[in-house]
């Protein structure tokens, strides 16, 4: 038993109920239609060799092909392998060479990628598009759908990989058992649920919405390239279908809240908007607020490894946690999920072989955050050392998982994310944890977000802004004003008082798969390069320079 097996079960229960819904084009599949359809692609791979442990390597756009054929996959028991494309060609075909698969169901753009890096796609026995595989050329379709097969909880169902944030992609393996628990949670505190509609900005968070009974709409927009979305489209497509839930990357409803508050727009069919990606402002949650006056935003805490791990809603961060956040406490991602542990322990930098090794810390005191839970993924594809390295043994057999983020518990046992441990670096008056700092300096009308980096060998934090109205070319007049205002709020709070250097930027580095987490160390790097290169007018670092702008022709 797998995923799949609840997909045929709504089909049975509900057979008429649209499922899938290509919004641009209009064309769906009932819950009918996708369980037959997907039995026909899973006798379709079947009779050209493809069954269980089969690694297929997944580069289809988000249609009605890739919903079908990814369940087909888990219903044969082969291991669907998905590579975010965002990361560019070089990361991407480094992790193909990596997870050596079988079978490459791709679009022709890949297919053809594939003809030219022969070496990469060489363990690739079959190469097929997503229109072969559904049947409609050159794949002659088998008569019978293939016979049920018997999944344990432990095989392995797919190696999905992170996003590279903060280093090489990694394949994470997951299992059945995964998969199932995911559902099993969402499902307990999803604000929607069984005949609701769900925008899905996330390609593959509509497997859950469909596993839950959830119609799934695939808005028209390239998922991954959030950071650009259409916000008319989805807008549109939320008030067309009638959308209880909508789901992405945070940078999505930045867009959206904006363009229905210039429109005078509501969106009141939405009950609950789901957020991931990055720490997600209070700004944001307040706006959305008034864009859906029968719902509420939900910021899920986790990462590929894990998820989800906790959960907390706009109205709680609103009523109970912004101004904490605002005075530069950190970002409360909620409580943990039923079944689901949560240890604060101590910075340790190498392995920890077992989990009686670490030291936890006390309520409210800044450590690394642990989590073991039944989502908790075991291991990544063939790294060894980066399992050892993130991964904890436990006599019960359960393993935990460093989620290689900072935080604390309150007094509630909520947890605190403070940023990522790779953020963090010490100055001469103690540690700075970025992600606290720049909320306080964000509060700035004229700020659309900042980072704080460590510079002269970490030593020396230095502020980077990037404006609302991108620009990087003030007069002096504007200068000044801007920069004692920046000053003077960091001035109020001992964790930015003593920041003095401010740079200014007009746009961030971001990650591929969410365009919103900032790469604060690829950020550092670049100022760096550009003092080195003499591109900064001035002298940089001292306290009592002045505020500092790039050059005319300075551009990232």
Known sequence: MNITSLIHDNARRFPDRKAIIEDKTGAFLSFRQFSEQANQVAANLRSHGVGKGCKVAFFVKPSLAFHTTIFALFQIGAVPVFIDPGVGWKQLLAAVGQAAPEVLIAEPLVLFVRKLFRSVFASVKLAVSPRQVVGERRFPRPPTPPSPLFILEDDVAAIIFTSGATGAPKGVVYTNGNFQTQVKLLAKILPTGEGDTDISCFPLFSLFSLALGM????????????????????????????????????????????????????????????????????????????????????????????????????????????????????????????????????????????????????????????????????????????????????????????????????????????GRKVHKFETEDGPVFPIMGEAIFNQDPEVKRTAIVGLLNGTTPCLVVERKDGRTKLSKKERMKFHSELLALGARHKLTAKIQSIVFHNSFPVDYRHNIKIDRIALRDQIILSEKRNLWRGPFLKKSSPPHLPPKNFRY
């Open 215 to 418: 119609s799934s709409v695939i808005p028209d927009m390239n998922p991954s390239k959030p950071a650009q979305v259409d916000a008319g489209k989805i807008v549109r497509a939320i008030r067309q279908h009638n959308a209880a839930q909508a789901t992405g990357s945070s940078a999505i409803w930045e867009r959206v809240a904006d363009f229905c508050l210039e429109k005078d727009l509501q969106l009141p069919s939405l009950r609950g908007i789901l957020m991931f990606g990055a720490p997600v402002s209070v700004l944001l949650h307040q706006k959305l607020k008034k864009v859906m006056p029968a719902g509420s935003t939900y910021t899920p805490y986790g990462a590929t490894e894990c998820l989800p791990v906790s959960w907390i809603s706009g109205e709680e961060i609103l009523h109970d946690c912004q101004n904490l956040t605002l005075q530069g406490k950190g970002t409360c991602v909620g409580t943990p999920f039923p079944e689901t542990d949560v240890l604060i322990i101590k910075e340790t930098d190498g392995p920890i072989p077992e989990i009686s090794q670490v030291d936890e810390c006390a309520p409210f005191s800044i450590g690394e955050i642990l989590v073991s839970g039944k989502q908790t993924t075991r291991e990544y594809f063939q790294k060894r050392d980066a399992t050892e390295l993130a991964k904890i043994k436990d006599p019960s057999g359960r393993i935990w998982h460093r989620m290689g983020d900072l935080g604390y518990k309150d007094e509630r046992g909520r947890i605190w994310f403070c």
